[in-house]
Structure formats: C-alpha cells, structure tokens
C-alpha cells in the first residue's frame, strides 16, 4: 500500500531537506518501493481525528509545499496506485512519469470524503476542469494513458522505472520548471466552467443519489476556478473535514472496515487449509445456474452446466451468451475476454467430468424433494473432496445434506440475482459442515469478485429472512391505505435502491405465493398477514413477468402506477376491516426499517449472523440498503437503541405481537449499548 501513516511524511521531508541542501545533487526522483506508488492515506489515521485525538504532525500541506517549493526539479516515478494523498503529493511534484500499467485517482468519495491536500485545486491545473470534477466527484482512477494524454503525467516509461525516471530527471535538471500551483492556463472561463459544474452535479444525483461528498468535491474544485490556490486549499480543508466529521463518513469507514470484518471467522485460523478449486460444476441453468457459471468462468475457473434437457439447456447457453454479448456492448469485457470466458462453459446433459470436480454448485427449483435427489446422485458421482454447495434461498441445509454420506462437504452458496452481477454472497453453514469446506468458499468468494459473507442455517438464512417483515409492513401500510407508490418513494428517498413492492414485482410476486400457500399450515391462528398479494397473484399479477403485479409494466419495463390496484386493494382491505388512514413518510420509514432491525436483532441473538456488521454488509451489498447510512444495524445504533425500542414499542401497541421487540434489543436499549458492542457468547437476559 505505501499508504501514508505516521512516519512516512517525516521521512519524505527528510529526504527532501537532504536534497535542497546538498549542492551536488540537482535533481531527485521520488517512488514508491514494492509494488505501488502511494495507495492514499492511512484510514485509520481520519478515526482518530474524529474521536478527537490530535492528529501526528501536520499533515500533507507542509510537505507538499516543500516539495512544490524545492527550486530543484522533482521527479515524481509511478507504479501501481497514485491514490489520494498518494496522487496529491505526485502533483506537488514538478513532473510526473509512470509505467503504463500505473493507475491514479482521487477516490476519497468513495469513502466519504473529498481530496484535503490539495488536490482540488492541483489537479484542475493538471487535467482542466471537467476531467478534474469527474476525477474527484465520481471517484474512479484512471490509467497511466489517459493520464498522459490529459496532462496528469509527462512521460510513460517502458521498461524499468526507476533508470527511465532517472535518465528523465538528469534530462529536465537543469531545464527550467513551473510549480503545478502557478499553471492556470487550463482553468477556463467562468461561463464554460458553470456548464461543467450543473452538468457534474446532475450526474452525481443520478449516480450516486443521497451522497454528500460528490457535491462538495465539486465545490472545491469550482475554487480552484475562482480563489487564488492558497485561499482554494483553505476552503478545500474545510469541506474536508465537514465530511470527515459527518454521518455518511462514519457509516462508509463502517462499512469499508466491515467488509474486512467479516472475513474473520472465529474458530476458523487463517492457516486452515483450503481446497484448490481448478474445476467446477453447476446444476441447473435457470436464472441462478446460468449467471453462476458465468461467475467461475470470469474467474478462469472451467465449469460444467447441468441441465435435464436440450431445450432448457439451449436457454441456459442463450441467456449466458446475450449476457456477455451486453457486456461486450456497454465495453466492460473484450470480445476476445468474453470468447475465453465461453470456453471455460461447457454444457452437458449428463453427469459427465463431475467426477473431478472440485465444487459443485445445485441451482434447481426450490424443493426439498428435487434439491435430496440431486444431492442424492451427485454424493455416488463426486470425488470424495469435492465440496458440494446448494444455492437455495431457503432451504434447511442440514435436510438436504442428509441425502449425502457426506454432510461435511455440504454447504449453502447463496448468490444473488443477477448472480454475474450482484456481490453478496451469503455462505451458509450446516450444523456438519467441516472449516476447511467453510475457509475454501470464503476464500473463493474473493476469488469471485463477491462479499462472502458466513451466515447460520435457518429460513431464509440472514437476508431473506428479514426481508419479509420489511416486506410484509410495506404491504400493510398499502392495505390500511398509502398508495403503493407513496411507500416505495419513501423508501426510495430513504435511500433504498427500489420500493419494496417494486422489488417484489421484480423478483416476481408468485415465488412467495407458492411458498406461502405451502407453509399455510404453519401460520399462527389470529396473526395478521397481508392478503393482497395473493390475491394479486390469484388474478395472474406475477409481477414485471407478466407485465402487472404492484404495478403496470410497459415494454420498457417502466413501472406505472395502477389505480385499478388501489382500488382492489381498498376493497379487500374493507371486506377484511382493516381500518383506513393517512400515513406520514416517516412512519413508512420507521415501520419498514425497524423491521429489519427487529429480526436483525433475533438473527445476531440466535447467532445465524457472526456480528451486527454481517448483517449490514449483506444488506448494503445484497439488497441495496444505501452503504452511506452504513447498513440497518448501524443505523440502528446510530439512531440509539433507546430511540429504537421505543417506537418499536409504539408500533406493538397499534399493530400487535409481530412487533414484539427482540431481547437482545431490549436489553442492549436498557444498558445503552449498541448491537456493535454485542459479541457472541454474551448473555441475553431481557
Ligand atoms: P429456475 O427455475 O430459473 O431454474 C432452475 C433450473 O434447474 C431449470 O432450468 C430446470 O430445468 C433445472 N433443473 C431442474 N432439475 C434439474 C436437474 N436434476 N438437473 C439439472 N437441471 C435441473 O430457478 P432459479 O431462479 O435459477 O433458482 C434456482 C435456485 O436458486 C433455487 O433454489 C432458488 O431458490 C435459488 N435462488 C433464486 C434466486 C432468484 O432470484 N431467482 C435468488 C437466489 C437463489
């Protein structure tokens, strides 16, 4: 990383006083050892400023202006990542020169944040302004060649660095220079700029909707276009650190932090050994199986596709093909990657080479019956080390090991829909399943491009799970009388990437339907549950598939808002006599919301999930909770527990015992403590 933590600053200025003061040198380069330039700052260092510690010396400014000032030509050689800081301190430089595969950005947004030493007003300076709003509002790096034809750097170096940078610096040393902060020809007009400014702003709602830090990013850099460059850093620093002082920067280190986090396993040692998986197989390809097999083959691991028959097969193959053929067109993949990709699938209609596979992965229709005979048939097949993974969304993993010998190997391998796309993936482990089967999916999970994430075995394991009363209270609020559109625009606003009752149109209503007409029988007599939905489904309203389910659906898949629902919804809803009212955004909000956080709560009591900071990074990454309020865990806590619990408490005397608070919520509300604070093996006593 080079990342710059306390020490490396006094180092560099070091070096640098060495070099102003010793007549014989006349130039100097500065690099990076190992791998990489600078990667940016040292994270952990902004915590301490926010909990109030002083930080060590004074920061980037000082060293920067050093290096700016030094009247001998400094030569800045990248490799790797000239990240933040990183970036900012090579344009304090007087040139810069890198490898081609040299990468450099300003991602501090990502976090939060936006560029506090400079690097708003040196950079436009560099690039002009509209590549430097894109740069530091949006966040992505860019490489080594954009980079020389944008003027962000002078030269790209074949071959090794280090000689290249040096020959470069013995070349300019006696040459004539300008310090980055005096170049103001690319700086524009101010009516070209304002252009620039809307038309950044207008993208940033778009992309990344609710984020503050974008907005100020490109504040500061307007500065750069109107303040002289030490009055543009002034403002610059402040914007910093009203960010670094603000909610969504806490909830974005939460959550940069906790995607880490849950690697960590206890009882499972890094050193636990794992399996090579060089070859796999998936079972089935629908929806699930075919986006799977895309997976492994991105990562270059050969796959084989399973499915009963050639017609099904030809739409498995279809389905893959348009998929990366899209891909190809919106330029993420090469024809040639795409090319490699597909021979890495090979679709089969036997079992066939599953004999040396090393994980196989089942994606058939959800039922127990089917998922015991696929296992059933692949445990006579699979060589004894194979892991053998389901990729139910429901299902008892430990019923379904037990039509294997083995129940050791099984384990539940959770994608999302659309699997090639989405990042969670929920690893779900059985009550037999062995470390070195849990240690390999994790570590494949990395492999995959995925968040893998450990969870219990239960129904509907983590997500789901507390999918449904966040669904269920939607559905509630539309039967005693909001319309469907006035819920999912709550939501929406709340920061959600859907409504929940648009998802259900999108996941297709009927899936839950069938479930619950199967499970009828374990409802609890006396218990409320939505009813229109099923009625929806009983009229063939399936959702976006059959073009009408909450909503209508035209031939763009655009979402219409239907009164013909309202009306049917309000008949029921009377017919049933739950009572009509308005109801405020707020209680939308709270009532969805909470009920996340209520099974949340059960679900980290019950220990299905490790930490309270799982539960936020599958719902950041698997169900589009806004990562800026850092997951519904730590908005809970950042609410305060008290707060929580007590309109919890409100919403149990109005709608009854589904609003029961869990215990582990009770009591940590009681004890003013947070669900972050919550270990496992900790008492509940509520
Ligand atoms: P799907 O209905 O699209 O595909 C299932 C496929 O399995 C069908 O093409 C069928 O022909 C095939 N199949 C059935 N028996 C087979 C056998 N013995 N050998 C080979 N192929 C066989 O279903 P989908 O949506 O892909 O779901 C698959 C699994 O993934 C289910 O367990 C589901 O709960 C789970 N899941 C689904 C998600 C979704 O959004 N669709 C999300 C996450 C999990």
């Known amino acids: 990383m080079n990342a710059l933590s306390p020490g490396v600053l006094e180092s560099i200025l070091a070096a640098m006083e060495a070099v102003e003061c010793d007549p014989e040198i006349k130039t100097a380069v500065l690099t990076g050892a190992g791998s990489t330039f600078i990667a940016g700052a040292d994270i952990k260092e902004f915590g301490k400023i926010t909990a109030g510690q002083k930080p060590r010396g004074e920061g980037l400014h000082p060293l920067l202006s050093r290096i700016e000032d030094c009247r001998k030509p400094i030569v800045m050689a990248i490799h790797g990542n000239a990240f933040g800081g990183g970036l900012e301190l090579a344009m304090a430089g007087h040139y810069r020169i890198a490898t081609p595969d040299a990468r450099l950005g300003q991602p501090e947004v990502k976090l939060g944040l936006i560029p506090g030493a400079g690097g708003t007003q040196r950079l436009p300076r560099l690039v002009g302004v509209a590549r430097a709003v894109e740069m530091c509002a949006l966040g992505d790096p860019i490489g080594a060649q954009k980079a020389l034809e944008c003027g962000l750097i002078d030269r790209l170096v074949e071959g090794d660095l280090l000689p290249g940078a040096v020959a470069f610096a013995r070349d300019v040393a006696a040459k004539p220079f300008t310090r980055t902060r005096d170049r103001n020809e690319k700086l524009g007009t101010a009516q070209e700029n304002e252009a620039i400014f809307d038309a950044a702003r207008q993208t940033s709602k778009k992309k990344q909707r609710g984020l503050s830090a974008p907005l100020a990013a490109i504040d500061a850099v307007k500065t750069a276009t109107t303040l002289p460059f030490d009055d543009g850093c002034k403002f610059e620093r402040k914007l910093f650190m009203d960010c670094l002082f603000s909610d969504q920067f806490k909830a974005l280190i939460h959550v940069f932090f906790g995607e880490r986090e849950v690697g960590k396993i206890p009882n499972i040692p890094k050193d636990t050994i794992t399996v090579p998986v060089t070859k796999a197989a998936v079972v089935g390809a629908g929806t699930m199986g075919s986006g799977i097999a895309m997976v492994l083959a991105n990562a270059g691991i050969p796959v084989l596709l399973k499915e009963t028959d050639p017609p099904a097969l030809d739409r498995g193959w279809d389905t893959i093909q348009k998929n990366y053929a899209a891909s190809v067109q919106r330029g993420r993949f090469s024809q040639d990657f795409v090319d490699q990709r597909l021979r890495l699938i090979t679709p089969t209609l036997t079992y066939h080479g599953f004999s040396d596979a090393d994980l196989v992965i089942e994606a058939v229709f959800e039922g127990m019956s089917i998922k015991k005979k696929v296992f059933g048939e692949l445990d006579t097949i699979c060589k004894s080390t194979a892991i053998l993974a389901s990729n139910t969304s429901s299902l008892n993993i430990d019923e379904i090991a037990q039509a294997t010998s083995r129940p050791q190997s099984l384990i539940g391998t959770h ?272």
Request: hydrophobic letters at 40%; a neutral charge; one cysteine or more.
């Open 415 to 686: 994608f999302f829909s659309p699997a090639n796309v989405m990042r969670l993936l929920e690893i779900v482990r059985g009550k037999l399943t062995s470390k070195d089967v849990i240690a390999t999916c994790m570590q494949l999970s990395k492999k995959l491009g995925k968040v893998g994430v450990l969870v219990g075995n239960c129904r509907g394991f983590v997500g789901n799970r507390m999918f449904h009363p966040y669904r269920r209270e939607a559905q509630f609020m539309v039967e005693e009388g909001a319309p469907v559109e006035v819920v999912d625009q709550a939501l929406y606003d709340f920061g959600m990437a859907m409504g929940p009752l648009a998802t259900g149109d999108l996941a297709g209503l009927d899936v839950g339907w069938r479930i619950r007409k199967e499970y009828r029988h374990l409802e609890k007599p006396g218990v409320r549950q939505p009813i229109a939905e099923d009625q929806l489904c009983e009229m063939g309203r399936y959702g976006q598939k059959t073009q009408a389910g909450w909503y209508r659906y035209d031939e763009t898949r655009r979402a219409l808002p239907d009164p013909q629902v309202g009306a049917l919804v309000r008949k029921w809803a009377v017919e049933s006599g739950i009572e009509q009212r308005q109801i405020s955004t707020d209680e939308i909000v709270d009532r969805c919301i909470l009920a996340l956080v209520n099974e949340g709560a059960r679900i980290l009591e019950e220990g299905i999930a490790l930490r309270a900071v799982d539960i936020d990074i599958i719902y950041i990454n698997g169900y589009g909770f806004p990562a800026y309020r850092g997951g519904p865990m730590w908005y809970a806590d950042a609410l305060g527990l008290d707060k929580v619990y007590g309109r919890i408490l409100q919403f149990q005397e109005q709608h009854g015992e589904l609003w029961q608070p869990a215990p582990l919520l009770t009591q940590l509300a009681k004890e003013k403590r947070k669900f972050a604070d919550f270990a496992q093996g900790q008492p509940v006593t509520a």
